[in-house]
């Protein structure tokens, strides 16, 4: 495993991450604490340091699973990254809570569920620049810093070229940002990496693999069950994405060379970017996710 910096936190995040919202049950599988174990305890004996996890895959259920698995292991050896801003009613639906004092319940609540007295990194997930630009907002997660129940906060900016909250980070003591950035959607390297690069923001790279289309293991024509997120996705949209992958997988990625790491190293190339957060249904994709490290040269 490789660690970079992670902006102006100046936390060494391993490059590749564990991204955890399939915990919540909307990626075509339930999970039990029994899976959840296994994948973290696959991620740490790779060298996998950082979780990225969020108060709405499921209702802090995949907090719920990894603080179990905290309970039980080193707090010290992982950086838990979580989100607030929605609020989980069932499978696909979640409603917005941006609120200054609702954001501090949905805190005690990660806390609870993440089963630690801190978070390493608390994110702004996915709002709009109205609820974003809300001076009370930042002031109360400020002192939640202080008190010590976070250590650091970031922004998931919902669009990929969200200019605006990107370039607001320092003022709002925003030191991350995670950003849609895989082969398929480079519209970060526009305005956002930029960006982030002269304020020294730590990027992390969500959805590396494309919803899984970058993996290699589907085809145009792929049918995703109704428990599966990306049965709402446009099926023309994703007959193209996949079209796509299989002229980047003839012209682009070496022989012998697996599709799937090959994308996640492909983002980390970009200067910019600090860690991806793959997601992973199993030990073996979790192993797969971190072997892309080895293509990935030292900073």
């Known amino acids: 495993m490789k660690y970079r910096r992670l902006g102006k936190t100046e936390l060494n995040v391993s490059v590749i991450g564990l991204g955890t919202w399939q915990f919540g049950g909307e990626w075509g599988q339930q999970f039990g604490q029994h899976e959840v174990d296994a994948i973290l305890d696959k991620g740490q004996e790779l060298g996998i340091n950082l979780i990225d996890t969020a108060e709405c895959y499921g209702d802090h259920l995949s907090e719920s699973f990894i603080g179990n698995y905290i309970s039980r292991r080193k707090r010290e050896d992982w950086i838990i990254a979580t989100k607030f801003g929605h609020h989980f009613h069932e499978r696909f639906t979640r409603t917005d809570v941006f609120g200054a ?44 810093i202080a008190a010590g129940k976070i ?49 020294d923001l730590g990027v992390l790279a969500r959805v590396p693999l494309a919803s899984g289309y970058l993996s290699g293991k589907y085809k145009p024509g792929a049918h995703f069950d109704n428990t599966d997120v990306r049965h709402r996705h446009d099926p023309e949209s994703t007959r ?41 249904k199993n030990p073996a994709q979790v192993e797969s996710n971190a072997s892309a490290a080895e293509l990935v040269a030292e900073r």
């Not at 501090?104 to 620049?129: C, M, R, V, W």
């Not at 650091?152 to 991350?176: M, P, R, Y």
């Not at 070496?254 to 957060?277: F, T, Y």
């Open 240 to 280: 193209l994405k996949l079209q796509e992958v299989e002229k980047i997988k003839r012209d682009e990625v070496p022989e012998g060379v697996n599709m799937a790491q090959w994308a996640l190293a492909w983002c980390l190339r970009h200067p910019a970017v600090s860690a991806v957060i793959p997601g992973c």
């Open 151 to 199: 250590r650091h906060l970031g922004t998931s900016i919902g669009s990929n070229d969200n200019l605006h909250q990107t370039d607001a980070s320092t003022e709002v003591n925003s030191q991350v940002i995670q950003v849609v950035y895989n082969r398929l959607d480079r519209v970060p390297d526009n305005r956002v990496f930029p960006s982030c690069e002269r304020q």
């Open 101 to 144: 004092k609702e954001v501090i319940q949905q805190l005690d609540a990660s806390l609870k569920a993440l089963n630690t007295e801190y978070i390493d990194l608390y994110q702004f997930h996915s709002g709009p620049d109205a609820v974003f630009d809300n001076d009370e907002l930042w002031s109360t997660l400020d002192k939640q």
